[in-house]
């Protein structure tokens, strides 16, 4: 495992903009992740957004499926990668 890199980097704009419409479309869909997220930004670019995942398997599948379609749109119009983690 890698060691921990979590350095802080100079936030942008961009950035922040990319991570609020990251985390509207998260509680849009996973209400549930409202208050309960937790964001990590490592020094290589990526931000982690971590939340308590649903125990339903589908439920869980579904949220991974459609913030990986957010993070990817995210990913081609900011180059700003994020990603969920439970």
Not at 38 to 56: A, C, E, F, M, Y
Not at 64 to 81: K, S
């Given at each position: 495992?890698?060691?921990?890199?979590?350095?802080?980097?100079?936030?942008?704009?961009?950035?922040?903009?990319?991570?609020?419409?990251?985390?509207?479309?998260?509680?849009?869909f996973y209400p549930?992740?409202?208050g309960a997220t937790?964001?990590?930004?490592?020094?290589?670019?990526?931000?982690?957004?971590?939340?308590?995942?649903?125990?339903?398997d589908l439920e869980?599948?579904?949220?991974?499926?459609?913030?990986?379609?957010?993070?990817?749109?995210?990913?081609?119009?900011?180059?700003?990668?994020?990603?969920?983690?439970?």
């Open positions: 495992m890698r060691n921990a890199a979590r350095q802080p980097r100079q936030i942008t704009h961009k950035a922040n903009d990319a991570l609020t419409r990251y985390l509207t479309a998260l509680e849009e549930a992740a409202k937790h964001i990590s930004r490592w020094q290589d670019g990526r931000v982690i957004v971590n939340v308590p995942l649903p125990s339903d869980r599948m579904d949220l991974f499926d459609h913030m990986a379609e957010v993070g990817t749109r995210l990913l081609l119009e900011t180059d700003e990668y994020i990603i969920i983690s439970g």
